[in-house]
């Protein structure tokens, strides 16, 4: 704080002051628009992961309406039917075999990728050291959160990853 004390007894504390207040002021400006954009990252992942939610309970709904509550690995594809139609309709994309693409009111800035959809025994291992109370599946995506220009770094790209288990029988 030396620095600040000189700076004020300066004979040429005026244009001192007002570079410090300049300072002070774009410094500000910078933390707001980094909690903003913290904030809205935050909402939009927020969201994303309600969607993932809704889409693998819905998943496990139609599973259970369709009678399948102790093989998840014999109805695999059928589970993964479910999931990328629940999924691709909440979000307005399309489901081309791999991601889903955005589409028109899509709020993702790129496609979202499924990372694992796998079926899990009662018993079996879970992420996190658990083991899992029933049959299910355990669903993973990534979604983007923001891609653009970042000033004197580049294109970047902010990806969250998802990641929960759904019980067959359990809804």
Do not use: H
């Amino acid at each position: 704080m030396i620095w600040f004390r000189q700076l004020i007894d300066d004979e040429r504390g005026f244009l001192g002051t007002y570079i410090l207040i300049l300072y002070l002021f774009f410094l500000l400006m910078g933390f707001a628009l980094l909690i903003g954009l913290f904030t809205a990252m935050q909402s939009s992942a927020t969201r994303a992961y309600q969607w993932f939610d809704a889409s693998g309970q819905y998943t496990i709904r139609l599973a259970n309406m369709q009678g399948i509550t102790s093989d998840p690995e014999a109805n695999l594809d059928v589970a993964e039917q479910y999931f990328d139609a629940a999924y691709a309709e909440l979000t307005k994309t399309t489901w081309d075999g791999s991601e889903f693409e955005p589409g028109p009111g899509c709020p993702f800035p790129g496609p979202v990728t499924v990372t694992e959809f796998d079926p899990v025994d009662q018993g079996g291992a879970l992420p996190g050291g658990g083991t899992a109370g029933g049959p299910g599946y355990l669903i993973g995506i990534s979604v983007p959160d923001y891609i653009g220009n970042v000033p004197c770094i580049g294109q970047q790209s902010v990806s969250v990853p998802m990641r929960k288990f759904f019980q067959l029988g359990s809804s």
